[in-house]
């Protein structure tokens, strides 16, 4: 007949297996394509020929008549002399400058031009001159790749070349000026062709398959992997730094984080065109910090354990002797946390015989915004025992001092592991080689919301921002070594 008055077993809360959650991010990584300026510079000056024109013709009015006024009239006291203007422009080293977004292309020219036979009398006047060159050049890309230049040519003739011939001043600027206008087209024409042929689609082409990868954030407890996969590339401009000349493209990507096995590697898709680009460059990521329950349950019996033997004294019940053990966490509804201890009590008055039960507690793990500190909060207790003396059971998770000391066993404190799981990305991802890139990340920020209880323990979604780049740094080549034998030893 006792079993009739036995309450029945509390059923304990519904574990449920929450997997950990990381929302996909959009992320921008910087993809700079550099040029060195003296490749250039060659390029322009085997384009450009040295000889920039010649001139070998004859002018029938090199010497204007000479006239004199006579009574009113302009009598010609000398006739028009003709000649045969000879001569040569050329060109010396073509030059690239420039700072920030100004390319500057520099051109020293110098004339040799001679006027001979002048009227069967002077043999031969021969002129020298020289202009500077300077052009301010606009570069950008084309959507399909196609680099462009608008080159702003401006001159001067530092030494207009020309002669005196019968005290009269001959120029040959004006037609110095009209063939300088062609070498100022070919300019412009060449130094785009001289540009592709840099190859900055390659270069961006193969960044650009290289950039589809998997990284790895934290190599256990847990593994944590970081999938990056562009989708567009973006022109962001261009910069002369130093004798370089930077063309940089913008790669928007989808960044996905996942915990355990290595997802697979996202498959590569051929260089887009280009978009404009706007928007500020960076990197957004998931990083997980978990803390498995199993690190909690040992803490909970310990505490539990001592508070034991030092004693408790349920209020109006008086002193009760008490062993906890198999103390159980996992994660239940409603964003709680179900702890099961087996624990068996007795009160030293006799008053009730010994009883033996399974208790269960839930409660709510919270913490502040970018707190690694948390809190449980909301405990609540339910009873299953094999005895009417339940509510012994009830009544001793209610004392003071067993509810700060599962309160306090289930407070739990991130900043060891959020500072390992942190510092481990960090190292992982701030130079990374891939093949013969480097990815390099810049972690700036790092921020997180609220934990929450999962299948796999506590989890604290971190977010880190900054800023990421992949650059052409080809590995080292090793020399090749031939090994020539010596001659045959002879016996």
């Known amino acids: 007949m006792a079993g009739c008055h036995r309450k029945p077993a509390v059923p304990p809360p519904p574990r449920l297996e929450i997997p950990v959650h990381l929302p996909e991010t959009a ?7 550099t040029a060195q300026l003296a490749d250039l510079e060659r390029a322009l000056n085997r384009a450009v020929p040295q000889t920039l024109w010649s001139i070998d013709r004859e ?3 090199c010497v204007s008549a000479q006239r004199v006024k006579v009574f009113g009239e302009r009598i010609k006291v000398t006739p ?3 000649c045969r203007i000879v001569g040569t422009v050329r060109r010396g080293p073509i030059t690239l400058s420039g700072s920030g977004e100004t390319l500057r292309i520099n051109l020293p020219v110098n004339a040799t031009i001679s006027a001979e036979d002048v009227g069967g009398i002077i043999r031969r006047e021969t002129a020298t001159g020289a202009a500077s060159v300077h052009g301010d050049v606009r570069l950008s890309v ?3 790749w196609t680099p462009t230049a608008k080159v702003s040519i401006r001159y001067d003739w530092t030494t207009p070349p020309g002669v005196t011939l019968f005290g009269k001043r001959i120029t040959f600027v004006d037609k110095a000026d009209q063939k300088l206008a062609g070498v100022i087209a070919g300019l412009e024409r060449d130094l785009p062709k001289e540009l592709r042929a840099l190859d900055a689609r ?3 082409a193969a960044a650009w398959r290289e950039g589809f990868t998997v990284l790895q954030l934290n190599e256990d407890n847990p593994p944590v992997w970081l999938r990056i996969t562009p989708t567009e590339i973006g022109y962001a401009g261009y910069r002369v730094v130093g004798r370089e000349l930077r063309l940089t493209a913008i790669a928007k990507a989808l960044t996905q984080t996942f915990v355990g096995d290595r997802p697979a590697d996202p498959t590569p898709t051929p260089l887009p065109n280009l978009v404009r680009q706007s928007k500020q460059p960076h990197l957004t990521f998931q990083i997980p910090v978990v803390a498995d329950y199993a690190q909690l349950e040992p803490v909970l019996a310990r505490a539990l354990k001592k508070l034991a033997a030092r004693g408790i004294t349920i209020p109006r019940a008086g002193p009760v002797d008490a062993k906890f053990d198999d103390v159980t966490i996992y994660a239940t509804t409603d964003n709680r946390l179900a702890v099961g201890i087996t624990v068996e009590a007795k009160l030293r008055s006799g008053v009730i015989e010994k009883t033996r039960g399974r208790v269960w507690l839930t409660g709510v793990p919270d913490n502040k915004a970018n707190s690694e ?3 449980i909060h909301d405990l609540r207790i339910a009873a299953e025992t094999d005895r009417e003396a339940v509510n012994l059971l009830i009544d001793l998770f209610k004392t003071p001092e067993v509810v700060e000391a599962i309160r306090q ?3 739990q404190d991130f900043a060891r592991d959020y500072d390992k799981v942190i510092g481990s990305a960090r190292k992982a991802i701030a130079a990374k080689r891939l093949g013969d890139f480097m990815l390099r990340v810049n972690m700036k920020q790092v921020t997180h919301g609220r934990v929450v209880p999962t299948g796999s323990g506590l989890f604290l979604a971190v977010q880190a921002r900054g800023d990421a780049s992949i650059a052409y740094q080809p590995r080292p080549r090793a020399a ?4 020539t034998p010596g001659p045959a030893k002879t016996r």
């Open 409 to 411: 066993s289930l407070t």
């Open 480 to 483: 090749s070594t031939l090994h």
């Open 373 to 375: 500190e948390v809190e």
């Open 59 to 61: 002018e029938p009015r």
């Open 27 to 33: 992320s921008t990584v910087v993809v700079p394509i």
């Open 80 to 82: 028009d002399l003709a």
């Open 202 to 204: 390659g270069q961006a």
């Open 142 to 144: 084309n959507p399909d």
